[in-house]
């Protein structure tokens, strides 16, 4: 097996130029799947929220259920790195609870960093984490968490305002340590003026080709949904189709009496 990926690979790998590859997993079957096929990372992402738990959006994710999810894929996981994406109030409110917040992260679910959305409102909280020896990854352009603030899921940094405001970003959230930066949803000429800006690898989430390494959500990339994906996801596969038509051939079988034949049938 390859060695085990660590942050400090991640750097190394932005100076090869050799791009990272990045998926969510929520549960241990998919955690084990995807390292298997050999990702570099996996983030627990809390599109959680919108992808298993059925909810509108992140928001009301909470930190026991990230906990938990986490806990499984970790166990799924033998090489690529685990991050633990905090959920939407759980670095807000304090410092301390930040902290206490993040350290849960590595401390009862085995992850090695976590990721927090958003600028220069958040570096001291950054600082505090990386200080104590916790590694973090930033989420810059569209916040999914900020929903309600940006008005919708919108592509983000398409005027010079507040391109700028996201480039001062980056630079605020690379001097205060984090190890990456997941761009998500912003134009990729302001995404490739952030990646040649920062010392650390950035993550594109529909952020174009020019970044260190690309991150999609795995239900879209599987085609689990029955709805189109947004313009930057691209469908590997359609198994929304084929999964159900696996369920139709069993309730027809079971209905019919043609399943279980003897084959299946203990004497
Ligand atoms: O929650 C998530 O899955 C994410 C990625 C899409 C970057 O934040």
Known sequence: MADKITIVKLKEMKQNKEKITMLTAYDYMMAKMIDEAGIDV??????????????????????????????????????????????????????????KNAGRFLKEAGASGVKLEGGQEIV????????????????????????CQLGGYKVQGKDEK???????DAKALDEAGVFSIVLECVPAELAKEITEAVSVPTISCGAGVFCDGQV??????????????????????????????AFKEYIDEVKSGSFPTDEYSYH
């Open 42 to 99: 996996i983030l627990v992402g809390d599109s959680l929220g919108n992808v298993v738990l059925g909810y509108e959006n992140t928001l009301p994710v909470t930190m026991d259920e990230m906990i938990h999810h986490t806990k499984a894929v970790v166990r799924g996981t033998k090489r690529s790195l685990v991050i633990g994406d905090m959920p939407f109030m759980s670095y807000q409110v304090s410092k301390e609870d930040s902290i």
């Open 124 to 147: 001291k909280t950054i600082k505090k984490m990386v200080g104590i020896g916790i590694p973090v990854m930033g989420h810059l352009g569209l916040t999914p968490q900020s929903v």
């Open 162 to 168: 507040t391109a700028q405001r996201i480039i001062e």
């Open 216 to 245: 999609l959500v795995t239900h879209d990339i599987l085609g689990l949904f029955d709805k189109p994906p947004a313009k930057f996801v691209k469908q590997y596969v359609k198994l929304n189709g084929l999964i159900k038509d």
